[in-house]
């Protein structure tokens, strides 16, 4: 029953507490003191799963005699019951977030489990310990509770109430491991920083168990996997490949992103960068700028106002005999298809903005409506290369 070896006694669900980057799309269920609570389609996967093993299997196993339909509403109702406790882990971890002053986006519960997207990051080691333990002991709690209430109750409800609280008590303890960024490896974290002083070397350090845990885990599910336990295998595989890549987004966060949200767009634009007017040609274009220019675009601009952006591009799709008569006008990227920013944008908002409209330029743009500066990639790749040298 392959089933009930993935989802039954042995179920790992992963709940992790996630810095900025970590937006997961979901549709919104809820709103609890300021923080959404989201589903990703992906949950209901998981869901059905629990649900099916423990009608089709676990259930009527442990508590035979009963209708089809009172197994599969049990195990229905015993589902939602543990989604809802995962839910009120990471809420565990939230509510203590907001106590120190973490703004806490959303709680996400998806494929390997929950989420708790924060808007920054614990200011000290003390209150990141304190955030990343709060989950697994509200796990512990409804796990004990339930546990205690379900031994008078015997029988199905009592053996449904039993899988919930061990279930409980399995994800606190499984998110105890020591791989960042499940909370074990946060609290490992914690504990590093408070040592060394320096959250940057315990980042590291947590990341690099982190990512030995995760592989440890992938060769563990290989190997079960060998052995013939299919999916269960799989789903380790899963989990400890999710960790890996998990742990290095939190290094690159933390070496990266983080530093990187002090710089404004000025801070890294070329200033007052050549420009081209529309009427130009082709032909004059290319000996003039292309030629002696390290550049591989130019704002095309009337007066000091950008109307559109020339690339090495634009040229490629007119023939060498037609660029005498063609201007830079009629090729150039127009100013709808370009990203725009104030000199006074974070870096990081224009990041997001490249992001969702596959762009890597900007023009900078001031507020009387004149061009004062570009950002191009070598512009970005300087600043992440000097980001990187300082800090790692
Ligand atoms: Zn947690």
Excluded at 150 to 159: R, S
Aim: aromatic letters at 8%.
């Amino acid at each position: 029953m392959p089933a009930r070896t993935l989802v039954g006694r042995r179920s790992l669900a992963v709940t992790v507490v996630r810095g900025e980057d970590g937006a997961m799309d979901g549709f919104l269920v809820g709103r609890v003191r300021g923080i959404d609570l989201r589903l990703n389609w992906s949950v209901m996967v998981i869901a059905g799963l629990v649900t099916w093993s423990l009608a089709d299997g676990i259930l009527p196993e442990e508590a035979p005699g009963r209708s089809t339909t009172t197994y599969w509403m049990v195990a229905a109702l015993t589902a939602v019951a543990f989604f809802l406790a995962l839910t009120a882990h990471e809420m565990g971890h939230s509510l203590v977030a907001i106590r120190y002053g973490v703004e806490v986006k959303s709680i996400t519960l998806w494929l390997f489990g929950g989420v708790a997207q924060l808007g920054s990051s614990p200011s000290t080691a003390g209150s990141a310990l304190q955030i990343a333990i709060a989950g697994p002991l509200v796990s512990v709690a409804i796990g004990v509770v339930a546990l205690a209430v379900a031994v008078p109750f015997g029988g199905l409800v009592g053996f449904a109430m039993m899988w919930f609280g061990t279930m409980n008590v399995f994800l606190a303890v499984f998110n105890m491991l020591p791989a960042f960024p499940l909370d074990g490896g946060r609290v490992y974290q914690a504990w590093r920083w408070r040592r060394s002083g320096s959250r940057i070397e315990a980042t590291d350090d947590a990341v690099r168990v982190g990512r030995f845990i995760g592989g440890l885990l992938v060769a563990l599910g290989l190997l079960q996997a060998a052995a013939g336990v299919v999916l269960s295998g799989v789903w380790m595989m899963m989990i400890g490949w999710f960790l890996r890549e998990a742990a290095r987004a939190e290094g690159h966060q933390a070496h990266v992103e983080v530093p990187l949200r002090r710089y404004r767009v000025v801070d890294v634009m070329t200033a007052d960068p050549l420009t081209v007017t529309p009427e130009t040609t082709l032909t004059s274009f290319v000996a003039g700028r292309f030629m002696g220019g390290r550049h591989a675009a130019y704002p095309v601009t009337i007066e000091g106002q950008p109307v559109g952006l020339m690339t090495v591009d634009d040229i490629r799709g007119v023939p060498e005999e037609r660029w005498s008569e063609v201007t830079v006008g009629r090729v150039a990227s127009p100013m709808g298809e370009l990203v725009t920013a104030a000199p006074d944008d974070h870096l990081i908002d224009l990041f997001n903005r490249f992001g969702r409209a596959g762009e890597h330029r900007a023009l900078v743009i001031d507020d009387s409506g004149q061009l004062v500066g570009i950002v191009a990639p070598s512009d970005i790749a300087r600043l992440v290369s000097s980001l990187e040298l300082v800090t790692g």
